[in-house]
């Protein structure tokens, strides 16, 4: 395994945390501020885009990006570092075209869509001249076994039906957002659960979509939304299947494996801050005689983050490597490993913050509240944790399983390896 990063990687990483110390992090308030006022996209966002876009710091997240397309195509590991500087303020990734859910969604249109539905969505959307939401969750059903998903996709005649509700659906409140990619079920009695759902691309002004409502998470209105979207009777041509009939759950399973490490690497960087946040703090304030990072308790807390994070932290450039190396399906496992230990020590380190901040750290006066929001989101967003425990123990128990029975039970020791 080799971690080291290439020239270009080091070039963008410095003009990325440049960029954002000179233009993104000044506007940080303002754009707080605006978003509490219902104020959505802030109206700064796009200069903001068009800066980055000129400096080639953009689409930074697409391996394959074509020499037509805009933007600086990096490897997962090269971009890694780059995505974990983004990371410290949670909506730097937008300005460089590299944030959720449109990275995942543009990946699947790479990945699956028609030439035609490339010009269409693809193109536009890496251009960032529109956004798009990804609708798979429902309230209905417990959505993290997709085969549970119940929208119906039916054919009638040279068009797709779909009717059915959706929740949680990132973006759906953002009025850039012209794209809905939908899964359903296309073929219900199909006899191999995982191959009855489809994906279909919906406009977001096709007649029946109803966004029902932008619910707080955790007090907080985003902006963008993790709305509750009805879609009733909508009907989009047969031409807008994405991929093929029925291959709906591979196309969900190929667009969470980089998606799921570009939020890791974002984890880290947030999670990294907030252990910086921490020593700062201990280093000024004092308590019965002592600076408070002079306590033992606190000491420790520094310590156990500081080798949470770096064990984390290699963990998701193992991820990346092997992603680069051996392609996404390669890394499955360690993108469950990720998966799970990333969001958990965000949530940690956040909380250890908070604390050495008394008070002052549950306010909006500092980042943690929103870091350890964070992290707490991730142990859900794509995939609850326990499902991904499941697929790790189950992968561990049948490379187990297939090791005994390879074993020679008859010569003594020979089950040691
Ligand atoms: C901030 C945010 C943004 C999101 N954005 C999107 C989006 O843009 N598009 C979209 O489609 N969805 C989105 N989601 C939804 C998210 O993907 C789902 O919430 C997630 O997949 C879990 O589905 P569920 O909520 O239906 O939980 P359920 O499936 O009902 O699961 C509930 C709980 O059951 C437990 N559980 C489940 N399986 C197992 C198991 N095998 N073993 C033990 N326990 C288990 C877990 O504790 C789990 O948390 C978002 C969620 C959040 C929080």
Redesign the pocket.
């Known amino acids: 395994m080799d971690f080291e990063f290439s020239e270009k990687s080091l070039r963008v990483q410095a003009a990325v945390k440049a960029f954002i110390a000179a233009h993104v992090a000044p506007r940080d308030e303002d754009y707080a501020r605006d978003e509490a006022a219902g104020i959505f996209p802030p109206p700064f966002l796009e200069e903001l885009k068009a800066k980055a876009r000129a400096q080639g710091l953009w689409n930074l997240f697409l391996p394959g990006l074509k020499p037509e397309e805009p933007g600086t195509p990096m490897s997962n590991l090269d971009y890694a570092p780059c995505a974990e500087i983004m990371g410290r303020i949670d909506w730097a990734s937008e300005v460089f075209n590299c944030s959720a859910?449109d990275t995942g969604n543009m990946e699947l249109l790479h990945l699956a869509a028609t030439p035609k539905q490339k010009g269409q969505w693809l193109a536009p959307l890496l251009e960032g001249r529109i956004r798009s939401?990804?609708?798979?969750?429902?309230p209905d059903?417990?959505?993290?076994?997709a085969t549970n998903i119940r929208t119906a996709i039916r054919r009638d005649g040279n068009d797709w039906v779909i009717s059915g509700r959706?929740?949680?659906?990132?973006?759906a409140a953002d009025p850039r957002t012209r794209l809905f990619i939908v899964m359903g079920q296309t073929s219900p009695d199909r006899p191999e659960p995982h191959r009855r759902q489809s994906m279909v691309l919906v406009p977001a002004d096709a007649p029946g979509i109803k966004v029902v409502r932008n619910p707080p998470?955790m007090h907080h209105v985003h902006g963008n939304g993790?709305c509750e979207v009805l879609f009733e009777e909508v009907r989009v041509p047969a031409e807008n299947l994405l991929g093929e009939e029925g291959g709906g759950f591979a196309l969900a399973q190929a667009r969470l494996g980089p998606g799921r490490i570009h939020h890791c690497m974002r984890a880290i960087g947030a999670a990294e801050l907030a252990l910086e946040l921490m020593i700062g703090r201990a280093l000024e304030r004092r308590t019965f005689g002592q600076a408070l990072h002079e306590h033992g308790t606190i000491r420790e807390w520094i310590a156990l983050s500081r080798i949470e994070l770096e064990q984390a932290r290699l963990l998701v450039f193992k991820t990346a490597w092997l992603i680069d190396k051996f392609g996404a399906k390669a890394a499955r496992r360690e993108v469950s490993l990720i998966k799970v230990i990333v969001p958990r020590i965000e949530v940690a380190i956040a909380n250890r913050a908070m604390q050495v901040f008394g008070a002052k750290g549950l306010t909006q006066d500092t980042p943690l509240p929103d870091i350890w929001t964070h992290g707490r989101?991730l142990q859900?967003?794509?995939?609850?944790?326990?499902?991904h425990?499941?697929s790790i123990a189950r992968a561990e128990v049948r490379a187990a399983e297939k090791k005994r029975a390879a074993a020679d039970y008859s010569r003594p020791g020979s089950t040691v390896t």
């Open positions: 859910p939401s990804f609708a798979m969750t429902e059903v417990a959505s993290s076994d959706k929740f949680f659906i990132t973006n998470v993790h989101y859900i967003v794509d995939g609850p944790d326990e499902v425990l499941r």
